[in-house]
């Protein structure tokens, strides 16, 4: 009597006898060859497209600023060549619904300016999308030290918890673009490219 172990075996050994079979008779087909090179080409061209490019630098920003400060208005480029192009909306609401996948929140407090004015390190909340969960330390620092470059002072961009699903109403295709086509350890040197 064959113990389970043995029936295993025998039964993954007669599938990868059938299955290798049947997968090199259908390499032997010109038309398979082909279909496997050009998804293998498409599955790398969508993967170069998802990702950023060293000579895209620039860094868009759904901002609410609660007192309407006006420091973070248009367009800045910094020392670095990164660009950072404010968005401005009127509430967190709108804020919210208004990120895409290139864009992150912010939410600039009420006491922001006379923090500054104190010459004190000023806090900003960031907010950005469920799919970069994973690199909120690194973006914190990122982003932390390019408001800092932008302001001349001392700057504390706090994510924390603040992650945003987009809701049923917001156009979701470049999120589902990158769950089907990049891996979750996506080393982008910022969050959106």
Known sequence: MKTLIEKLTNSLYMAWAIGSKDIMEALKNKNTRTNIILMMGM?????????????????????????DSGLFEGSIEL??????????????G??????????????????????????????LTGYILWVW???????????SAKFSELLGQPVRVEIGENIVIPSPD?????VHFHILFQ???????WCPP
Request: no cysteine; charged share 25%; proline share 5%.
């Open 183 to 189: 891996p979750y350890s996506w080393s982008s040197p």
């Open 43 to 67: 599955v790398v061209f969508f993967y170069w497209v998802s990702t950023a490019r060293p000579w895209d630098k620039s860094i868009e920003v759904v901002v609410y600023d609660e007192v």
């Open 79 to 92: 020392s670095d060549g990164y660009e950072i192009r404010h968005i401005e909306v009127s509430s967190p």
């Open 133 to 143: 969960r994973g690199k909120v330390a690194e973006l914190e620092a990122l982003y």
């Open 170 to 174: 917001v156009e979701t295709s470049g």
């Open 94 to 123: 709108q804020m919210k619904r208004n990120m895409r996948y290139e864009h992150w929140g912010l939410v600039v407090p009420a006491d922001f300016e006379q923090t500054l004015a104190s010459g004190g390190e000023a806090t």
